[in-house]
């Protein structure tokens, strides 16, 4: 698409998912063969409805590659002590090989604490300390799955990262800091912004690759952007009933030279390395037939 003298490219999520899931698939049919079925069981508390939505793509993805795929629905008033017992259980199952607890949590649950209690070799979203400070230092470990997708999205598309300005906007556990160390991991000279920094659009304008995950409808606008710069949007937030990203497409569509859109673009990845994680989690395993 030609636009305002730069050829803008779309980022196509689901077709770089829909490739990915296509070797998985050939992993899991030969571990399969050798009398291994990878499991993943997730845990939802409560009935938050975007919530129930992923989990129930998450369960339908896992059978549609002939996973194992478990959910557990709790009730929102569930204790604490409730769920850790139940992740102590798929901890010790053997045909569990990913255990994932859905985000966000309620108010009287400490997240931190559940995090912890599953085991690191089935710890298939990367949060739990022990893999989030293997990745900080380089080791393999199971990389958390947005800021995988935008991994994979940014080479399936040939972007160079290597001596890039890479600003990334957002600071969560789950998103802004290990996209951060992976793209440094790339050779990028990375910069973290949030919501204390100063002169945001200064620093935003200067950058090659601009990620953004604050989780405010619209926020990055045209002139926070570089002229032709790839933009990875990778907010999902709901306004009027309709799914908006964290950067006004309209409104930078004639700047940027890439963008993820949403829906379509980091999304769908997402549950894609879910299950590439479990799929490297199942690997692991010695014996089978
Ligand atoms: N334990 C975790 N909780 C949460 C995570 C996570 O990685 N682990 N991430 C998000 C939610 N999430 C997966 O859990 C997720 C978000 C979005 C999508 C997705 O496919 N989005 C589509 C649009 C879907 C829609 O219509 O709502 C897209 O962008 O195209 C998948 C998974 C928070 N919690």
Do not use: W
């Amino acid at each position: 698409m030609k636009l305002g003298g730069v050829n803008l490219q779309i980022i196509n999520g689901r077709e770089v998912s829909n490739n990915i899931r296509e070797d998985l698939q050939i992993k899991i049919n030969e571990l399969k063969e050798k009398g291994i079925v990878p499991g993943l069981s997730v845990i939802i508390v409560g009935e938050n409805p975007a919530s129930q939505s992923y989990v129930r793509s998450k369960d339908k993805a896992c059978k549609k590659l002939g996973m194992k795929s478990e959910v557990h629905s709790l009730d929102k008033d569930v204790s604490e002590s409730e769920l850790l017992d139940l992740i102590e259980k798929l901890n010790n199952d053997d045909t569990i090989h990913g255990i994932l607890v859905q985000l966000p949590l309620p108010a009287h649950i400490d997240e931190k604490k559940v995090i912890e209690k599953i085991s690191i070799e089935k710890d298939v979203d990367g949060f739990h300390p022990i893999n989030a400070g293997k990745l900080l230092v380089g080791e393999d470990t199971f990389i958390p799955c947005t800021p995988h997708g935008i991994i994979k999205l940014i080479e399936s598309n040939d972007i160079d990262v290597e001596g890039k300005r890479v600003v990334v906007l957002g600071r969560s556990n789950i998103v802004g800091k290990p996209i951060s160390l992976l793209l440094l991991q790339k050779n990028a000279t990375v910069t973290i912004c949030h919501s204390r920094t100063k002169n945001l659009k200064e620093i935003t304008k200067e950058a090659d690759i601009l990620v953004a995950a604050i989780g405010k409808a619209n926020f990055v606008k045209r002139d926070m952007v570089k002229k032709g710069a790839t933009v990875i949007d990778v907010g999902i937030n709901r306004v009027d009933g309709k799914l908006a990203g964290d950067v006004d497409f309209e409104d930078v569509k004639e700047t940027v030279g890439h963008i993820t859109p949403v829906p379509g673009g980091v999304g769908p990845m997402t549950i894609t390395m879910l299950i590439y994680n479990t799929v490297k989690s199942a690997m692991k395993v010695k014996g089978g037939k």
